[in-house]
């Protein structure tokens, strides 16, 4: 961390310009541009009204869009407004990151805050900020402390996103097939759209790619998106059971509404405008947290080999766990994560949460024996606190079920939120939901626990400021290829994941399945070849990154590339992409600086060109290649796979076959 805080100190020094600029009062619109110029927004009143457009060399890429509030009990706060004055900034700073998928993350933009003023009735104050980045914009709206606010009930915020346009657009329903965002993106017009999860991504008839999410979702609801024209959309917090959407005191300020917008899809996946929009890390001493690869006692959970409750296959017994700890040792993981090993998985524990305890283990789980065991080979037990959505008994035992872990010398834990509903009645993502999980990373930090949430509310870059926030599960996992009735994850899925739902912040998606047939009770399966397992390894960012299959499955070459593939990277690049159909990334292992590659395909067989300009000029390279067989197919030769090695420098184009629903990784070491 020393470096880290050297290399902010140094930098803070870098500021280029931070120049405050007050503009005289009764003007009725303010622009703000990029630094490079080709963004621009502009804050505009209109018949009291405020509005928001914005464009991008020119040309429009949101029309002018309604910014305000309606409370409950007190009047709206969305009309009668005047400008009372402007200031402007710049800010250029490059940031280290603890952790990611780069390390040194620059932080350029231009900034804008307009004073609004109510001019009649209670003359309330409400504040605009804009950063415009050159790849995109954030903005949120700030009540100071004033006379006339004080404690808010928010029943809508009504900022619109209005585009020109009826783009193509990538996204999942809100609440309609889980309360978890565990949906297949749909992608159709954006008149087709339905009320949506953000990160929406969407593709203009002009080729620009635009992403709308959030940054820095902190006490407040989560922002939805509902179609209120063909392509005028407007924010839809998630309520509380009781409707409302928020409540506040005035001093506060809203999460972040942020798009980015580029001209590839790739370089949404490069963008770290929603990071640059989090504050800096508040955790003193984050020397305890590291990036691991993992294996678990789970995947034999979902397909019914083992069970996480009582009885005679009982999955997390103190021999089982061992002999996954000496798996684990001798192939270079770091830790192993153990499922069920509490009391209150007997039954039916979707339904009865209130009965898990996070202190006391199963007889047959011996954690002191365990976690000695696990400690002499090195490796770490990864804890796990499903809670089945009873929030309020998580609660009441937190403080204990971390300092147990700790004593334990565990540091993560794998949190689960397996119910429609938190403590029955409140969304995940509602501002209830978006409390809890808060306090569960506060306090997991007080232990020096890293967290891995699964069934969480979206991530909104908090990682930045909570970096034992490790990884969330907000999407369909690789579970579902054990088990849904859907038949489980087709190709072209993880095709989609890198520029909608991984735009939020790392998923533990879980890659690394080795085994493609269906499970004797479920009709799904993995839906992969071999090598595309490898690549997602590359594709799907997560610090906390699995191996998921049950150890028995693990052999061969295709193995060697998840020992070695690491989960922190210093660079990545999107070398090709389509969204839907194929990408390719390439990512710096942080620690060795080697490349590594990963290229997967939908369920089309194509192939790819990568070139190989990333690397060192002048420096020679062994290419391992893990490729899809020539008679690879996902449906009817999965395990087909091919390696070699072969010579290659920075000029070299590497061509890549992949197969349908295949995929391709590829190692590149520096001789
Ligand atoms: C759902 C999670 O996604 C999965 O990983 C876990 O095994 C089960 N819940 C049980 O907690």
């Known amino acids: 961390m020393n ?22 009062a009764k003007v009725n619109n303010s622009i703000v541009a990029s630094p490079d110029g080709k963004l621009s927004v502009n804050l505009s009143i209109e018949n009291g009204q405020a ?46 990151q603890p952790w990611g998928e780069k390390r040194f993350v620059v932080n350029n933009y231009n900034e804008l ?108 609801a989560s922002m939805t998106l ?26 506060f300020e809203t999460p972040w509404r942020t798009m980015i917008i580029t001209d590839k899809p790739g370089d949404l996946v490069t963008s770290y405008l929603m990071l640059n929009l989090n504050e800096p890390c508040k955790l003193q001493d984050i020397s305890w947290i590291k990036p691991i690869k993992y294996i678990g006692i789970w995947w034999g959970m979902h397909l019914e080999k083992y069970s996480w409750g ?47 305890s996070f202190t006391k283990a199963y007889p047959d789980f011996d954690i002191d024996k365990i976690c000695k065991y696990a400690e002499s080979k090195k490796i ?25 872990y700790q004593l334990h010398g565990v540091n993560s834990v794998k949190t689960g939120y397996v119910n429609k509903y938190l403590n029955g009645k409140e969304w995940h993502d509602g501002q209830f939901g978006v409390r809890h999980y808060r306090k569960v990373f506060e306090t997991a930090a007080k232990y020096h626990i890293m967290v891995d949430n699964h069934e969480p509310v979206k991530p909104t870059g908090l990682c930045r400021t909570y970096p034992n926030f ?25 095709t989609i994941l890198p520029f909608t739902r991984m735009l939020a912040g790392p998923f533990d998606f879980t890659p690394g399945t080795f085994n493609f047939d269906k499970p004797a009770k479920h009709y799904a399966r993995v839906q992969t070849t071999i090598a595309k397992q490898l690549a997602e390894y590359v594709i799907i960012y997560s610090p906390l990154q699995m191996a998921s299959d049950l150890p028995e499955n693990y052999n061969g070459k295709a193995f060697d590339f998840i020992k070695q593939v690491p989960c922190d990277w210093s660079d990545t690049k999107v070398l090709n992409a389509e969204i839907g159909s194929f990408v390719t990334i390439a990512r710096k292992d942080r620690n060795s600086g080697i490349w590594y590659v990963g290229a ?65 990784a590829v190692r590149l070491v520096m001789k």
């Not at 009649?120 to 903005?139: A, H, I, S, T």
């Not at 993106?185 to 969407?202: G, S």
């Not at 296959?313 to 798996?327: S, W």
């Not at 996992?477 to 849904?484: L, N, P, R």
């Open 3 to 24: 470096t880290l805080k050297k290399v902010c100190n140094g930098l803070l020094l870098l500021l280029l310009s931070c120049q405050l600029s007050e503009v005289s």
């Open 51 to 96: 509005y928001y457009s914005v464009s991008r060399n020119s040309k429009s890429i949101l029309l002018k869009s309604l910014l305000g509030f309606t409370f409950k009990n007190i009047p709206s706060l969305d009309k009668d407004f005047e400008i009372k004055s402007v200031e402007k900034s710049s800010f250029n700073q490059t940031w280290e």
């Open 113 to 220: 805050v307009v004073h609004l003023l109510e001019i009649k009735n209670l003359k309330r104050k409400l504040d605009l900020v804009f950063r415009v980045f050159n790849d995109g914009f954030g903005f949120r709206y700030k009540f100071p402390q004033q006379p006339n606010i004080d404690s808010l009930i928010i029943t809508n915020e009504e900022t619109e996103f209005n585009f020109p346009a009826v783009h193509n657009a990538w996204w999942i329903p809100v609440h309609s097939d889980n309360s978890y965002y565990e949906s297949i993106f749909r992608h159709t017009a954006l008149n087709k759209v339905d009320t949506v999860n953000t990160p929406l991504t969407l593709e203009t008839k002009e080729g620009l790619f635009l992403a709308i999410h959030e940054a820095n979702l902190t006490d407040y």
């Open 226 to 251: 509902v179609r209120i024209d063909s392509s005028r959309f407007k924010c839809e917090l998630v309520p509380w059971a009781n409707g409302i959407k928020v409540y506040a005191k005035a001093p």
């Open 310 to 356: 009582q009885g005679a296959i009982h999955g997390a017994t103190t021999e089982n766990t061992m002999r996954y700890i000496d798996f684990s040792a001798k192939n270079g993981f770091g830790g192993v994560l153990v499922e069920g090993w509490n009391e209150g998985w007997d039954g039916n524990w979707p339904e009865n949460g209130n009965v898990f």
């Open 380 to 404: 770490k037990l990864i804890g796990h606190h499903e809670t089945a959505g009873a929030v309020a008994n998580y609660e009441k035992q937190m403080e204990d079920a971390f300092k147990l």
């Open 470 to 494: 490790m990884t969330q599960e907000g999407a369909r996992g690789q579970e579902y290829d054990a088990w849904s009735s859907d038949g489980g994850n087709p190709p072209s899925y993880t």
């Open 600 to 664: 997967i395909t939908n369920e089309n067989k194509r192939e790819l060109t990568i070139n190989l300009q990333f690397l060192d000029k002048n420096k020679e390279y062994t290419a391992q290649i893990y490729s899809d067989g020539a008679d690879a197919d996902w449906k009817t030769n999965p395990k087909s796979f091919d390696y070699k090695e072969i010579k290659v420098n920075s000029l070299s184009v590497l061509s890549v076959n992949l197969a349908p629903g295949g995929g391709a």
